[in-house]
């Protein structure tokens, strides 16, 4: 017998991957706390905790920097070809003149969303000689990074862009926020990277666009389905990079995201309030 949620009646819970939903929160009676262990709370229904009065947390400066790693090393694999090198040495193919390698230095990377992982990627990749161009409508950032950009429009982004990386939440109004007609705009030599999530890019209209060579490359951590349908026309490309969701995960954020939902957790059921900056609904 599997056991659920719903059969227990927890005054707390912590949450990593699977979902919350209003009918949990409804049945249990005692509920005083939703920890999340990470940082995106798609999967609970923030909604109905509020409605309840239940506080909602997470842990927002547990995993960014491993976010952020992650999206460099999309960015340097998507740009020297590393895992279809790979691929093709270890099949016994040695063939240097169809080698797709691009130069890095003087190309402009696009940061849609610029909270603390959008920022520690500018920071890190300060050295490469990148232009940096942000798009974050709710910026309130004054003072922007060296060799930054602040654009108020996508569109501009994307057209500008040699590499694309997503850092911003998934919401109902930005499901599918990389779809045709926005593909449509990006350069034919350039690349999307993916360490978001994955309902925040149409992954069929993203494979046509790789299949018919109006984009180069993609590096995908975050699925729209989780795990993805091994069908998946993604998986068929040779210029796709994909992971499993694991962008915040690495030994340091481990420990930074349990014993920081754990702290969240113990503050609920000792009914004081969150500390504001792990506190998804203040009520």
Not at 32 to 61: F, L, Q
Not at 88 to 107: L, T
Not at 210 to 218: N, Q, V
Not at 268 to 276: C, H, I, N, V, Y
Request: with cysteine; proline share 5%.
């Amino acid at each position: 017998m599997t056991l659920k949620i719903i059969d227990y009646q927890p005054h707390g819970i912590i949450v990593r991957s699977g979902k919350v939903t209003r009918e949990a929160i409804t049945y249990c009676k005692n509920l005083k706390i939703i920890s999340k262990h990470g940082v995106g709370v798609d999967n609970i229904d923030v909604k109905a905790a509020t409605e309840m009065g239940i506080p909602v947390t997470n842990t927002p400066k547990a995993n960014f920097e491993s976010v952020a790693e992650l999206t460099v090393g999309f960015i340097y694999a998507l740009a020297r070809s590393i895992p279809l090198e790979d691929k093709r040495v270890k099949n016994g193919i040695w063939d240097k003149k169809k080698y797709p390698g691009v130069h890095i230095s003087g190309k402009t990377l696009g940061l849609i969303g610029f909270g603390r992982i959008g920022v520690r990627v500018a920071e890190l990749v300060n050295s490469l000689n990148l232009n940096i161009i942000i798009y974050d409508p709710f910026l309130k950032i004054e003072n922007l990074p060296d060799a930054t950009t602040l654009s108020s429009n996508i569109d501009e982004l994307l057209s500008l862009s040699d590499f694309v990386s997503l850092h911003c939440p998934l919401t109902t109004e930005n499901k599918h926020l990389i779809n045709k007609e926005k593909l449509a705009l990006m350069k034919p030599t350039a690349f999307l990277i993916n360490t978001a999530r994955g309902g925040l890019i149409d992954e069929t209209e993203l494979a046509k666009a790789l299949e018919d060579g109006k984009l180069s490359g993609a590096a995908i951590d975050a699925f729209e389905q989780e795990p993805p349908n091994p069908d998946n026309p993604l998986f068929k490309l040779d210029n796709v990079i994909a992971s499993t969701h694991v962008g915040g995960a690495s030994d340091k954020s481990f420990i930074n995201m349990g014993t920081g939902a754990v702290a969240n957790l113990l503050k609920g059921l000792a009914s004081e309030k969150p500390d504001r900056d792990c506190w998804i609904n203040p009520i």
